[in-house]
């Protein structure tokens, strides 16, 4: 059979031994009832339906016990991230002392800086992409200014080379190279945002060390995506949302990891709240501040339950699952649409992520030749979500938790369609 029809990729959703897993989901659909082709799980996960019972559980709770929820709910509110931890930890391959779900992602960003980026006269650059997701690159410039440093001087792009898109590891290694001695820091993104490229996280974190500078991912793309073995890796810390990948509700909290060789260092500067305390003595209320080692001495606050209720469903979906399974389906499935992408016969589009699938996870960064905005609001106007970035291109995410092959055939055939209409 060829690959290239309806009928093949029915048969491989028949194949499929996540397929049921789609209708778990909320699938936003059209007039007609028919589901969307809905792409933009890199963006806003859809919503498990499941998430609702969780978030239920906790307003009854609320609504029976009222403070007494702290301790009395069912899932006590007390401890409710720990409920999180070891799931979390799994999917990022992490320990549970490294990880904890908390405040948002660009703020754990800032909250990780203040520890991991302290600068000297000497020792200050900050690395980034140059295309970071813009809310890394704000970060990153007010905390250069912050600590009374010149961006044009203190901030330093890994760029791809002329003609090219991706990053290449080699270029990292001549900035350090050159400048390493006045590096402090290299704040990554693990899967690029635009591109989709899927970066080598244990390789930057040896360069980076073997230059004395810190070395922070964020892992906005990558969490629930790709498989990074951040403890393995390395790396100082990262951070990453939750409601992309993680499909845990829009604005929804975010994860944090910290590496274990820091757990126990009192002496790293951090901004804390009374939920970086002891949680033996929080309640004493005048103890002086007894910082809780590893991850979870990066909270500030008591957390936000409706959220993490929508956290845990979605965490517990992903614990049944297992990343394992997820990644295999996800490198088929994206195999897939490459394949049909590469059968359009047009000069007009070219994907630009990494064709091997170990350097991305789902996504395909399409780019479309002379910029032509109307392909992405023709295939919008068909319920086709996609994610338009200037200055030229379709960013597509087919989710092996709900997405299926006929999915991306039907995405394929209608963007053929649209091609051919010109
Ligand atoms: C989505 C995303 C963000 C968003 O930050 P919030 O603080 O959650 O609004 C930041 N950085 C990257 C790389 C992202 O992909």
Request: charge should be negative; include cysteine; aromatic fraction near 10%.
């Amino acid at each position: 059979m060829s690959k290239a029809t309806l009928n093949y990729a029915q048969e491989q959703d028949k194949k499929d031994r996540l397929a049921t897993y789609r209708t778990q989901f909320h699938i936003p659909k059209d007039q007609n009832g028919n589901d969307w082709l809905y792409f933009t799980g890199n963006s806003l996960g859809l919503q498990p339906k499941s998430t609702k019972q969780y978030i239920q559980q906790e307003l009854d709770d609320w609504a029976n016990f009222g403070v007494e929820g702290h301790f009395e709910a069912k899932n006590p509110w007390m401890p409710y991230h720990e409920f999180l931890t070891e799931s979390m930890a799994t999917i990022v391959g992490a320990k549970p002392i490294e990880v904890v779900i908390s405040n948002t992602l660009t703020t754990n960003l800032h909250l990780l800086m203040v520890s991991f980026y302290q600068p000297t006269t000497r020792k200050y650059k900050i690395v980034i992409e140059s295309d970071a997701f813009p809310s890394d690159r704000y970060a990153v410039q007010t905390q250069l200014e912050f600590h009374g440093f010149d961006v044009n001087d203190g901030l330093i792009e890994w760029k791809p080379r002329e003609g090219e898109e991706l990053l290449r590891i080699e270029d990292l290694e001549t900035i350090l190279d050159e400048e390493g001695d006045s590096i402090a820091l290299l704040l990554i993104g693990g899967v690029n945002y635009y591109t989709g490229q899927y970066l080598d996280i244990k390789k930057i974190a040896q360069l980076g060390h073997a230059k004395n500078c810190m070395v922070g991912i964020d892992l906005a793309h990558g969490a629930g995506n790709i498989q990074p073995k951040l403890h393995d890796s390395g790396v100082d810390f990262a951070a990453w949302c939750t409601y992309k990948y993680l499909n845990s509700g829009p604005g929804s909290l975010a994860g944090l990891f910290v590496h274990e060789k820091h757990a126990h260092n009192k002496k790293l500067k951090r901004f804390a709240g009374w939920w970086s305390h002891n949680k033996s003595t929080r309640f004493n209320m005048r103890q002086p501040l007894d910082v809780i080692p590893g991850a979870e001495g990066w909270q500030l606050s008591n957390p936000p339950i409706l959220s993490m209720a929508a956290i845990k469903a979605s965490l517990d979906m992903f614990n049944t699952v297992g990343m394992d399974a997820l990644r295999k389906k996800s490198e088929q499935l994206t195999g897939y649409f490459e394949f049909l992408l590469n059968q359009l016969d047009t000069e007009n589009i070219k994907i630009i992520t990494p064709s091997n699938p170990k350097e991305r996870g789902c996504q395909l960064s399409i780019q479309v030749k002379s910029a032509d905005k109307d392909l992405h609001k023709k295939l919008t106007a068909a319920h086709i979500i996609t994610d338009w970035r200037e200055p030229d291109v379709i960013r597509c995410a087919p989710v092996p938790l709900y997405n299926s092959f006929e999915d991306v055939y039907r995405m394929v055939e209608k963007l053929k369609e649209i091609l051919n209409e010109k």
